[in-house]
């Protein structure tokens, strides 16, 4: 019987973790008294908890099993609700409308702690769609995103330090010495694919920040830069509200600068030779594709977002310090992309959204906010392994005798 | 059959091609040529260098030695082939298609051929992102001709499937439409017929007459399947252990004694 069994394995789950809970949740030690307390009820949740847990994970993987048969069996394409919606060309109108209408009316209605936390949640929107061209689109595992985006933040803060140059100045200077950045890391690891890839650039995001860390005499050290000017608004002196006001709206108009470059890069010639390339190297330059120049720029046009993002990082927070571009800042940056969905704009807008801004409403229970974020990205590789929305391949049309499916928008 | 051809000067030259791999001669001095409008073989026994003398030409490898010359049929200007990185032999007008096949799975039948015709574009960073008039009129003329090119090879019906979903003889054919997409003088097949069905080699050979009869290409061919090897080509060369051991119609093959030593192995007793 299929049923006695998943309860037999369930149970034996729940035993094996009240054994291994045992020491911690239901003996307790009381060092004043030199007594032993003993919770049995501890013991029992623990039980019951896993039990149910167990039962609830396996009919999820069941069911989700049950998903892929039915796929196989109807042969073709199996989108799912969310992807579905998306090809209907009503629903996406007005749901960009109300995103629209909701991204407009948004630092009005809620605090400026909102506010601040959303522009953070756009910083990294726009760099999880500037490392989506390099690992979702032409599959190159850069593990060292973060230094492009240090080299955008230091870029404005040093040339404001030294020069006096103005935010608007420094916008276009930091994606253009990112995109030097990008060219630079690009010409070492031409040959690397996969794992060496990724040591590679961790090795290189690691070596800027060790720059920045030590060289004193450039970048001021671990003591950082202070002092970052914020955006001028046409010669007005605002306050700290309004200035937060302002760089939202900014972001906003950014990121939509973003989606659209990123968009139309992705369904372009050089959009489809980066896919060409992920898909298969070998036979990418055997259909006449330069490997050099579409690895360059995959790489470049990636880090070109960074270095925007990061003058926009330093412009924000007006302190920056080689603390803020840990490791770490790469890899929450690579889980936007891959929970999001690679590949997919809407997907990695979502991801962005959900990883920072979850953490932020999660702080009541600070102390499991990185279990929580940990059991979120398992669940979701385990459930749904190409993302929350899962790229769809953009069918075209052309003057053929008839078109096979329903892609008449 | 195939003989009544007049066949024009030749479009691809191979003078004395050496490949070592460490110290493992893959490819032994190796002379091949290939005639405007003609299909030529390749065929010899499991690991006598015949894939490798394929990556040696489309730039995949640099060969030892050796000299590798091109003529196309239009401009008529000769080419050297040698230290050309891969993609330049493919804008020379060389295509080719893969033993295992090397499609890109997760795009798009129509998409796959596209990228075939990448090498015929011009469109950059700038014309992606400010989407110029030439670009959309680039992009939409590329659309049509890779359909018209799936209608030609025949899987038409494919045309919004995944590439990795489609059944292997359709993907056997989509390599083929794909390496026609790029324009070439020369289409290289490597075992294209391996894991068919009879009927669908039957087809496959009805394919690959039918391309050289419009398209005016030239076809150099590796096949294990000697019907569809003797039936189809004008010449065959025969090779083992990266040594050329024979060359001629296929009447000729069939009876050379070196050809049948090769592949059926020699009497102990003669």
Not at chain 1, 85 to 99: D, F, H, K, P
Not at chain 2, 149 to 170: C, D, H, R, S, T
Request: contains cysteine.
């Amino acid at each position: 019987m299929r049923v006695a069994e998943e309860l037999k394995k369930s149970a034996l789950v729940s035993i094996w973790f009240m054994f291994l809970t045992f020491p911690i949740m239901v003996i307790r030690v009381n060092t004043i008294y030199n007594t032993v307390e003993w919770r049995w009820l501890n013991m029992a949740l623990v039980g019951g908890g896993s039990f149910f847990l167990s039962m609830l994970w396996r009919f999820m993987i069941r069911r989700k099993e049950r998903g892929k048969k039915k796929a196989e069996i109807k042969d073709g394409v199996q989108l799912t609700l969310i992807q579905r919606l998306m090809q209907n060309r009503r629903v996406t109108l007005s749901g960009i409308v109300l995103a629209a209408i909701f991204a407009m009316i948004y630092p009005f209605v809620f605090s400026m702690y909102q506010t601040s936390i959303m522009i953070t949640a756009l910083i990294y929107v726009m760099c999880g769609l500037g490392l989506n061209i390099v690992i979702g689109l032409a599959g190159l595992l850069d593990l060292g995103y973060v230094a492009f985006y240090a080299v955008g933040a230091y870029s404005y803060a040093l040339l404001n330090y030294h020069f006096g140059i103005s935010f608007w100045m420094a916008l276009p200077v930091g994606a253009a010495l990112g995109f030097m950045f990008g060219v630079l890391l690009g010409f070492p690891v031409l040959r690397l694919r996969g794992d060496y890839l990724a040591i590679v650039t961790l090795g290189f995001g690691e070596i800027i920040r060790l720059v920045l860390e030590n060289w004193n005499e450039f970048s001021h050290g671990p003591s950082g830069i202070a002092n970052i000017p914020r955006p001028s608004f046409f010669g007005y002196d605002l306050s700290l509200q309004q200035v937060t006001i302002w760089i939202y709206f900014i972001m906003i108009g950014l990121v939509i600068f973003t989606i659209f470059v990123v968009g139309r890069l992705q369904n372009s010639r050089l959009g489809r030779a980066w896919v060409a390339l992920r898909e298969d190297e070998i036979a990418c330059q055997a259909m006449g594709i330069d490997k050099t120049r579409t690895k360059l720029s995959a790489f470049a046009l990636g880090a070109t977002w960074a270095g925007m993002a990061g003058v926009m990082f330093a412009a924000k927070t007006t302190f920056i310090n080689p603390a803020s571009f840990t490791i770490w800042e790469s890899v929450i940056i690579l889980c936007v992309v891959v929970l999001g969905g690679m590949g997919s704009i809407v997907g990695v807008i979502l991801g962005a959204m959900v990883l920072i801004l979850l953490p932020e409403y999660l702080r009541a229970f600070s102390e499991y906010r990185m279990l929580l974020f940990g059991a979120v990205l398992v669940l979701m590789m385990v459930f749904r392994p190409g993302g929350i929305i899962t790229n769809v391949r953009r069918t075209y049309r052309f003057k053929g005798k008839a078109t096979t499916d329903g892609s008449s928008a | 059959m195939a003989a009544a051809h007049n066949f024009g000067k030749d479009v691809l030259e191979v003078r004395s091609l050496s490949m070592d791999f460490g110290g493992l001669r893959a490819l032994d001095k190796l002379d091949l040529s290939v005639r405007q409008g003609e299909i030529v073989a390749l065929i010899g026994p499991n690991g006598a260098g015949k894939t490798t003398f394929f990556n040696c030409i489309t730039g995949l490898h640099a060969p030892t030695e050796g000299e590798m010359l091109i003529h196309p049929p239009n401009q008529g200007k000769t080419q050297r082939l040698n230290g050309l990185k891969p993609n330049r032999v493919t804008e020379r007008g060389l295509a080719r298609t893969f033993q295992n096949i090397r499609l890109f799975p997760n795009m798009t039948v129509l998409e796959n051929v596209m990228i075939g015709r990448h090498c015929r574009m011009s469109a950059g960073i700038p014309g992606a992102i400010f989407r110029p008039r030439s670009t959309r009129e680039e992009e939409n003329q590329v659309v049509d001709d890779s359909y018209a090119m799936l209608e030609k090879i025949g899987i038409e019906q494919f045309v919004n499937e995944l590439a990795m979903n489609l059944p292997y003889g359709a993907q056997r054919r989509l390599e083929i439409a794909r390496a026609m997409a790029t324009d070439p003088f020369i289409l290289l097949l490597d075992e294209p017929a391996a894991g068919m069905n009879p009927q669908e080699t039957r087809r496959l050979d009805e394919l690959i007459l039918r391309l050289r009869e419009q398209e005016k290409i030239s076809i150099l061919l590796i096949e294990h399947d000697m019907k569809m090897v003797m039936s189809l080509s004008d010449r065959i060369y025969v090779v083992d252990y990266g040594k050329k051991i024979a060359e001629g119609s296929p009447e000729e093959i069939k009876r050379n004694p070196a050809v049948i030593k090769a592949y059926l192995g020699e009497e102990i007793d003669a």
